[in-house]
C-alpha cells in the first residue's frame, strides 16, 4: 500500500451503516459467523458511555479496511475468561476490547494500530484506566499476540478453548479448526500508562 493511499484512510466511529460491511469482513478474515447482525447491534450498544462511541470503522474509499469493536466500562461484566484478581486495576474502570479485524491486503501498513489508538482514546475519555481482550493465540503467525504486545498489552493468562462454545452452540466456524474449536486465548490487559498513551496518541497524530 502506498503513502498515498494510508492517507486517504478515514477513521469513523461505528454506525449502524457500517454494519453490513463489518459483518462482511469480520466472516471473511475470522470464519463463518463470527459477526451477525443481532449480536454486531448489541456490541454497538455497549461501545457507548456518555454520549461518546468507543467502536471504529476504517475505510479507503468506499471499501472497509478494519473495524475494532469496544465495550465501554461500564456496559460489560466479567465471565469465567477472566481473572481480576490478576489485574492490576478496579475490574469497574476497565474496557473490554471485544474484537478486531484489518483486510489481509491492508495489514502491517499501521490501520491496526491506529484503530486501537482511537478507541484507546475514546474509553479514556468515558473513564476506563484500562482495558482486556481475549487474543487469538492461533492467528498466523501468532501475529494477533504479537501486535498487541506491540502496542503496549500484557499476558494476564492463557485459556485454552476459549471459543468452544461459540463454536459448539453458536455457529462459529474457526479458520483454523476442522471441526470444534480448540484454539487457546490471551488474556491480556492494556494500561494506561503515560509511556504507552504517549505512543498510542502518537499513532493517532499521525493518521
Not at 469480520?26 to 456490541?43: F, I, R, S
Not at 490478576?86 to 471485544?98: Q, R
Not at 479448526?177 to 499521525?206: D, F, N, V
Request: charged share 20%.
Amino acid at each position: 500500500m502506498t503513502a498515498a493511499n494510508l492517507n486517504s484512510v478515514k477513521y469513523l466511529p461505528l454506525a449502524p451503516e457500517h454494519f453490513a460491511d463489518v459483518i462482511r469482513l469480520g466472516n471473511e478474515v475470522q470464519g463463518e459467523n463470527y459477526l451477525m447482525p443481532d449480536t454486531l447491534k448489541a456490541m454497538y450498544d455497549k461501545s457507548w458511555h456518555n454520549n461518546i462511541n468507543a467502536s471504529l470503522v476504517s475505510y479507503c474509499g468506499n471499501d472497509i479496511v478494519g473495524f475494532r469493536i469496544t465495550y465501554a466500562h461500564s456496559q460489560w461484566q466479567c465471565d469465567k475468561w477472566c481473572s481480576p484478581e490478576l489485574w492490576p486495576v478496579a475490574p469497574e474502570k476497565v474496557c473490554y476490547f471485544k474484537c478486531n479485524t484489518v483486510s489481509p491486503a491492508m495489514q502491517g501498513v499501521g490501520i491496526g494500530s491506529t484503530l486501537l489508538a482511537k478507541s484507546v482514546s475514546a474509553a479514556k475519555a468515558q473513564g476506563a484506566e484500562a482495558g482486556l481482550a481475549h487474543i487469538w493465540l492461533s492467528s498466523p503467525g501468532n501475529s494477533a499476540f504479537k501486535y498487541f504486545s506491540k502496542n503496549g498489552g500484557e499476558l494476564i493468562k492463557k485459556h485454552p478453548n476459549k471459543w468452544r462454545y461459540e463454536s459448539i452452540h453458536e455457529g462459529y466456524d474457526c479458520p483454523v479448526c476442522p471441526e470444534t474449536c480448540e484454539c487457546e486465548g490471551a488474556e491480556m490487559l492494556l494500561r494506561r500508562s503515560e509511556e504507552h498513551t504517549s505512543e498510542l496518541q502518537s499513532l493517532t497524530s499521525s493518521r
